[in-house]
């Protein structure tokens, strides 16, 4: 992976020690969402207080956390780690797939300027890719191809991604699933847990991989504190029972109103600084 001389240091290592993240709190829009299967609708109120707990079990190890406020009406503007991908010496700035989320990439450019943060790249219309469709790990850049992106998208970010020395691979999703972090996470720097049902894990090949059962697959949406040390939703059990066994650490929340609606806790943060 190419490293660089000058500028910010922003993601050093993709799995290292999480030093910085963005969230943006949730709007009350929330509690229209539609729910997945099975589900009742999302409470705002409890959302808001999910929301906190996640930014303090952050704080709590030692991540700084920009908390912005929403600015539309979309009930998922929540979800930040569609808007971006961060990289070593900048962000790139993506195009979401849904029309009313793309005011969130240009909001949260312009506050990249106010945090001096450097922008290493935009998606140009008509390119499409959700920041949630980008998994780094190790020097592998893997990208999610669904509904969610198109070809011109995830060229794009290939050649960004490639500049800066990693290998690009693309992982294919099941119909239905929402976005390539949902269901697979790096939780090391050679190791991921997926959801088999969801991706294609033959994508993984020559990475330790933690498979996860039917029925938790949104339990593979991790956030990743560290190598072995993860932010995951404590209602999947049996998943997070199966990550501890493999040895990884994990830090069990409630994010229950979030994950009716399809937001798994790796979209709720940005990873802006790792070590």
């Not at 070809?151 to 691979?169: C, H, L, N, P, Q």
């Not at 560290?226 to 059990?237: C, F, K, T």
Request: glycine share 10%.
């Amino acid at each position: 992976m190419t490293t660089i001389d000058f500028g910010p240091r922003l993601i050093g290592t993709p799995t290292g020690r999480l030093r910085a993240a963005v969230l943006v709190k949730p709007t009350a829009s929330l509690e229209h969402a539609t729910p997945l299967p099975g589900e009742p609708g999302a409470v705002y109120a409890r959302a808001l207080e999910q929301h906190e707990i996640l930014r303090k079990t952050l704080a709590y190890f030692g991540v700084e956390t920009i908390v912005l406020e929403p600015r539309g009406e979309d009930p998922y503007e929540t979800a930040v780690g569609d808007a971006a991908a961060v990289f070593e010496d900048g962000a790139l700035i993506m195009r979401p797939s849904a029309m009313s989320r793309r005011g969130e990439a240009d909001r949260l450019e312009s506050e990249f300027s106010r945090l001096d943060v450097p922008i290493a790249g935009h998606i140009a219309a008509p390119g499409l890719l959700d920041g949630g469709d980008v998994l780094i790990v190790g020097d592998t850049a893997f990208v999610g191809v669904s509904a969610r992106s198109n070809e011109i998208g995830r060229s794009g970010f290939a050649t960004v991604a490639r500049a800066r020395g990693f290998d690009v691979v693309e992982v294919a999703l099941a119909a239905g699933a929402s976005a390539l972090r949902s269901f697979a996470s790096a939780v090391a720097h050679d190791t991921i847990v997926i959801a088999p049902d969801k991706v294609d894990a033959g994508a993984f090949a020559g990475f330790r991989t933690i498979l996860l059962e039917r029925g938790e697959e949104r339990a593979a949406g991790v956030i990743c504190l560290g190598e072995h040390h993860v932010i995951a939703d404590v209602r999947y059990r049996t998943s997070l029972a199966r990550m501890r066994k493999a040895g990884i650490v994990v830090e069990g929340i409630d994010l229950y109103d979030f994950e009716k609606v399809g937001t798994t806790p790796s979209l709720l943060a940005l990873a802006l600084k790792r070590d």
